[in-house]
């Protein structure tokens, strides 16, 4: 089983849509969690961290439950420069983060 | 915010030849460094971890002696493919952390190595 896997994808939706991602991890022991949104041939850039509380920042809104070993990302009201890759990562104190194959969205108008 | 600068971002050589990339934090210091590669359409996957002032540690398959890595200062760690095979085209991405873990990463911008 793979450490962190996603959502194969890729999702395509037209503007305005609402788009849920989700994501499991294999190690429980894992204690941060973020999602990362990777642009065609480009670095990995944070989108928003992952609290125990589920948080927001906008249209985006991150779950996390631990008991599952699960993670979402829903994303509200698409726009069209949302389309990108988002990785979903967790790490353990003092390790590498660790990365899901990520999941691609297509915005169309 | 913190930054991670990250040269060259692309680079085309001849097999055979050994590329150098560097990363180097720029307002923070990093105890820490890691180097990741992605090919395409893959996950990001992580090659090693460096630290400042000892040895680096590999993940299982990347040979050390091919990827040798050089954190040298609090600031710069270089990542040194050596003797560099068309195989070896991929996407290398350092980052950096101001702390050792509950911190995300800050990428840098990533080199584009092509081996022709």
């Known amino acids: 089983r793979k450490e962190v896997e996603q959502d194969p994808g890729p999702f395509n939706v037209p503007e305005g849509a609402t788009v849920a991602f989700n994501c499991t991890y294999s190690n429980s022991a894992s204690q941060s969690f973020f999602w990362y949104r990777q642009d065609c041939r480009k670095e990995p850039k944070l989108l928003m961290s992952?609290?125990?509380s589920g948080n927001e920042d906008g249209r985006f809104t991150a779950q996390l439950n631990r008991a599952s070993q699960y993670i979402s990302l829903l994303i509200r009201d698409s726009k069209l420069s949302d389309s990108a890759t988002y990785l979903c990562?967790?790490?353990?104190?003092?390790?590498?983060?660790?990365f899901g194959k990520g999941t691609t969205l297509s915005v169309s108008s | 915010g913190a930054v991670v600068s990250q040269h060259p971002s692309r680079v085309i050589c001849k097999s055979g030849t050994s590329v150098k990339i560097e990363c180097r934090s720029l307002?923070?210091?990093?105890?820490?460094m890691f180097w990741y590669r992605q090919f395409p359409k893959q996950s990001l996957m992580l090659m090693a971890t460096s630290n400042e002032g000892s040895k680096a540690t590999y993940e299982q398959g990347v040979e050390k002696d091919k990827f040798l890595i050089n954190h040298a200062s609090l600031t710069l760690s270089t990542l040194t493919v050596t003797s560099a095979h068309p195989e070896d085209s991929s996407f290398y991405i350092c980052?950096?952390?101001?702390?050792?873990?509950?911190?995300?990463?800050?990428f840098g911008n990533g080199t584009r190595l092509t081996v022709t």
């Open positions: 307002d923070f210091q990093a105890t820490t």
């Open positions: 992952v609290y125990s």
């Open positions: 980052s950096a952390s101001q702390l050792s873990y509950n911190s995300p990463l800050h």
């Open positions: 990562v967790v790490n353990q104190a003092g390790t590498a983060l660790i």
